[in-house]
Structures are given as C-alpha cells and as structure tokens.
C-alpha cells in the first residue's frame, strides 16, 4: 500500500463548479498535512495547511479524520487559474518525512 | 525575503558523468530536502538535511549524495549518470520538522 494516495482523476469541470479531493494515509502516526498546488513543470506551492478542525481560506476547505486516515479539499466556484495538480502531502515529523501523493490533476474549463 | 534558490535552472550532461546540483534554503531555515520529479511522475524523495548532517534518505542508489554546508546551504551529487536520472531536481526547506516545506524552481538535469 502507498504511503499516500490520492484520487487519481483527472477532474474536468466547468468554472463555477464545487470540486472535492480525497486523500489516504497509512501511517497513523502522521502528524502534520498539507495541500499543495503544482502548475505544469514549476515548482509546488503551499495551498493550506491541514488542521484537526479544518480549515477554510476564501474559497478552498480542507479537511482531517484521523480515525479513517484521510485528508479532503473542496474548491468552491472554481476558477480557470484552479487548473493545475494538486498534491496532498503527509508529514512525519519524527523522521522528519514529508510524503507526497501523486497529485491529481483538475482542469477547469469554460 | 528570498525564497528558495536553486543552481543551475537547466543542466544537460552524458551518461556517466556527474552533477551537482545546488540549493539555498529560505533565511533561517536549516532543515533542506531534495526530491526528484521525473516527467508525468509525483515527487520521489531523495534526501535530508538538518543541521549539517543528513537525517534521512528515500529508496535512491549511493551514487545519489549530497551534504548540507554550514550555512545550511546543500549540494545534491549524482555520479555515474544514466538516462532514468533525467527529471527536475527540487529543494525545499523548512523551519522545524512539523512546519510547512518552501521549494525552489528546481533544477532540469538532462542526460544524454
């Protein structure tokens, strides 16, 4: 099993619409998650850190359950600039680790 | 503040050579990770840093080293190069182990 999985997608959907992502973890001892966004051959970039509450910035939320080992985001009114991969990225601190899924792509069309 | 840089931008060498790749780390930032992205693929990590010293490794073979200069400053060594090493390079840094990660632009190593 995968460290981290995420859905594979790719998600295609239109501007405006809400769109969720998934994102499993196998060690319970991970203590520390986050979103990243990728554009096409850069550099990932911080979108959010995730926190037991969850957490909202404008129009993203992420979201932690520990109990079933997954971490969520949902993009509400999207927008063509929300293009891109998104990574979820599991950190365990006592190896100092940060674990990246494979990304899932989203394109957001007119 | 600067980010974090990274040395060259491209880099093209033959199979069997080696590269080195550099990195710089946000100001304040001691602990420095390098991972490997080859093309369409997710990030793979490759290797960290924190104070000086490497704490940890991902699955790469030996000819994949580096070190971490006092200035917290890293430099990622291939050797013996081959094809599959083609990908983009990224360091990252951060300031404690449970805090978010700041990359670089990255590095494109070519191998012919």
């Known amino acids: 099993r995968k460290e981290v999985e995420q859905d594979p997608g790719p998600f295609n959907v239109p501007e405006g619409a809400t769109v969720a992502f998934n994102c499993t973890y196998s060690n319970s001892a991970s203590q520390s998650f986050f979103w990243y966004r990728q554009d096409c051959r850069k550099e990932p970039k911080l979108l959010m850190s995730?926190?037991?509450s969850g957490n909202e910035d404008g129009r993203f939320t992420a979201q932690l359950n520990r109990a079933s080992q997954y971490i969520s985001l949902l993009i509400r009114d999207s927008k063509l600039s929300d293009s891109a991969t998104y990574l979820c990225v599991v950190n365990l601190a006592s190896y100092g680790k940060l674990t990246f899924g494979q990304g899932t792509i989203l394109t957001v069309h007119p | 503040e600067a980010g974090v840089t990274q040395s060259p931008t491209h880099l093209i060498k033959t199979r069997g050579q080696q590269a080195t790749l550099r990195c710089s780390p946000i100001?304040?930032?001691?602990?420095v990770y390098w991972y490997q992205q080859a093309l369409g693929l997710g990030l793979q990590f490759l290797l960290w840093y924190d104070e000086g010293e490497e704490r940890n490794r991902g699955n790469f073979p030996p000819r994949f080293s580096g070190r971490q200069f006092p200035n917290y400053s890293s430099e990622l060594n291939v050797n013996a190069l081959e094809l599959e090493d083609s990908a983009l390079y990224l360091c990252?840094?951060?300031?404690?182990?449970?805090?978010?990660?700041?990359f670089g632009q990255g590095t494109r190593l070519t191998v012919v």
């Open positions: 990252a840094s951060r300031y404690q182990v449970d805090t978010e990660a700041f």
């Open positions: 995730v926190y037991s």
């Open positions: 100001s304040g930032h001691t602990s």
